[in-house]
């Protein structure tokens, strides 16, 4: 999860009547985690959600706490968007690489301090992770524009085109970038496949940006700069709106005066930035339902604009006023959630049940379940738990890119680590491993949890069980052994494991699993190219079985724990 400092200093500024440990404690009910205190350098280092980038800096968490301690309430004000006579020209090469570019310009009287330099750098990271999805969906230039000379060209070049980068005193390649910078290395998959690659360049032909990969030199930003050009360049308009509109509030809250620019291209001309709010409507009926409380419609306007949300309420329908930066909010739970945190977290107390509930029986898989962990357990496995959202570059590094057509994605995902809904559970085990290359060998896991694949246009999910293990000597014949033991001792059965071949294993070193001639899973030595994307310098062997066919194919009356 991202972090973020917090001056303590300004916590007591914003409150002065408040003691600071109080102002802390509240924290946590806008969704934050302390992270740690280090009264020395006096800041709190925050963790946030990524689905909150406006939580990328002090000045965004500030204002929240300005919302729930009640000295700025409902959606902050933008007034004073001021057109500039700036424009962007993009030119049409740019159409198949990276087709969307939005700016704004910034200015005020005094020069940027170190430390607001900071925020803005680390906030430009965290978006570029988060909303950007590591560059690849969207990237952020920031400028100094006194050394700008408009109108700008965001067009292309290839890839023998030199200028100075960020932070070098000589020329380089877009080649030599690319192939021999580290952050070229990092990024370069971005721009795969394209021999025309996007710059933005000013009328002196300087190269602001060579985007998404490293600002130019000559508009490096400093400790004497008054006046920012903010551009993000992206594949889609919603990804470069969201993040330019969390840096124009964040702009604003230093003093800066923001004005648009005009983008011009062939098919039309925009102005930018869009900072329009979102309009939801919400039943308040329903807010309460789903809270558990019987707010009346002045406490539910209360609860919402101490979220920093506007509200009025006509004939039990709540209008909501989500201002642009909160690109969280997108349907009626996330207002409901708003009106949570508003009404006070801490104000829920915990009761018991009405008496009409009696206490239940264990479920027939939940007994099931414990009995697999009971065994594995004892055969010396550890379990391990992974959410049923991954990253699309996990699954990638398992399936060698060929995934199947029934996998399920996030749509506008707002992080690159949950962007698919797994079909798997060995992507998940083989990220464990590989997140754990510094302990000791062997190591054996084991998962039991959902995977998820669309048949007949409906997302099916069912249990799964994954086991593996990693070691120099893991290979087919012991992790088969763990299988005909588990099969053994907790259904009293007998598997048969025909030879089965597919990408992710070692031919000849794989197999189905059949129960009573009925398939179940399969199992396997990991190819070594799987090996190899997920940094792993030891062999592994694992075995998936589908949970919810295999309790299918037994007849349940024979096992005797149940």
């Known amino acids: 999860m991202p972090v973020v400092n917090v001056r303590l200093s300004s916590l007591t500024k914003l409150l002065p009547t408040q003691p600071l440990s109080e102002i802390l404690e509240k924290l946590p009910y806008v969704g934050l985690d302390i992270e740690g205190i280090d009264e020395k350098e006096g800041i709190v280092k925050v963790e946030f959600n990524p689905n909150r980038p406006d939580f990328a800096s002090e000045n965004g968490i500030l204002r929240a706490l300005k919302g729930l301690f009640e000295i700025e309430t409902g959606s902050p004000k933008f007034e004073g968007l001021m057109e500039s006579e700036h424009n962007i020209e993009i030119d049409k090469s740019v159409t198949k690489i990276r087709p969307i570019i939005y700016g704004l310009i910034a200015k005020r009287e005094q020069p940027l301090s170190e430390y607001e330099i900071s925020q803005l750098i680390s906030m430009q990271e965290d978006l570029h992770n988060g ?9 952020i230039g920031i400028h100094d524009l006194k050394c700008i000379e408009f109108p700008l060209n965001y067009t292309t070049a290839s890839k023998d085109f030199a200028f100075i980068p960020l932070d070098k005193q000589n020329k380089f390649t877009l080649q030599d970038i690319l192939s021999n910078f580290d952050i070229g290395k990092t990024y370069s998959h971005i721009l795969e496949g394209h021999n025309l690659l996007p710059i933005l360049v000013d009328s002196q032909n300087n190269v602001l940006s060579f985007p998404p990969i490293i600002n130019g030199n000559t508009t490096k930003v400093s400790s004497n700069t008054r006046s920012l050009l903010i551009e993000v360049t992206a594949l889609t308009t919603k990804s470069a709106q969201d993040i330019l509109s969390v840096i124009a509030f964040e702009l604003k809250d230093m003093g800066f005066k923001i004005y648009s620019i005009k983008i011009n291209s062939n ?5 930018s930035p869009l900072l329009e709010p979102l309009q939801i409507t919400v039943n308040t009926n329903y807010i309460n339902k789903i809270l558990g409380l019987d707010l009346s419609n002045e406490e539910l306007i209360n609860c919402i604009e101490k979220s920093r949300i506007s509200g009025k309420i006509t004939n039990y329908e709540m209008e909501c006023t989500v201002p642009s930066y909160r690109i969280d909010i997108v349907n009626p739970i996330d207002i409901s959630e ?14 018991s049940p009405p008496n009409i509930y009696q206490y239940g029986k264990k479920n027939i898989n939940s007994k099931i379940f414990n009995n697999i962990r009971e065994i594995l357990i004892g055969l010396g496995f550890i379990e391990i738990i992974n959410t049923d959202i991954i990253s699309s570059k996990t699954m990638d590094n398992f399936f060698l890119n060929n995934i199947e057509d029934n996998l399920i994605t996030i749509n506008d995902a707002q ?8 079909n798997s559970l060995n992507p998940s085990i083989m990220s ?3 997140k754990n290359i510094h302990e000791k060998y062997p190591q054996k896991l084991f998962e039991i949890g959902k995977t998820f694949k669309i048949k007949n246009s409906e997302i099916k999910e069912e249990w799964s069980l994954g086991v593996a293990i990693a070691h120099n000597h893991a290979d087919y014949t012991q992790i ?7 099969v053994k001792y907790c259904f009293y059965k007998k598997i048969a494991t025909p030879i089965y071949n597919t990408s992710y294993y070692i031919n000849g070193h794989s197999a189905k699993i059949l129960l009573d001639e009925y398939e179940i899973g399969d199992i396997g030595q990991i190819h070594p190219q799987i090996l190899e994307n997920f940094k792993l310098r030891t062999l592994v062997s694992i075995f998936q079985i589908n949970l919810d066919k295999l309790m299918k194919s037994l007849n349940l009356n024979e096992i005797k724990y149940l």
Not at 131 to 139: E, I
Not at 338 to 351: D, K, L, M, Q
């Open 415 to 422: 992080s690159s680590e949950m962007e698919v809904l797994r």
């Open 338 to 351: 708003e009106v949570a945190i508003g009404y006070g977290i801490y104000r829920y107390t915990a009761s």
């Open 267 to 271: 098919s039309e001309s925009i102005i």
């Open 432 to 434: 464990t491993l590989a």
């Open 131 to 139: 909303v950007g999805r590591k560059r690849k969906k969207a990237s």
């Open 480 to 486: 088969k052994s763990v299988l005909e033991s588990l």
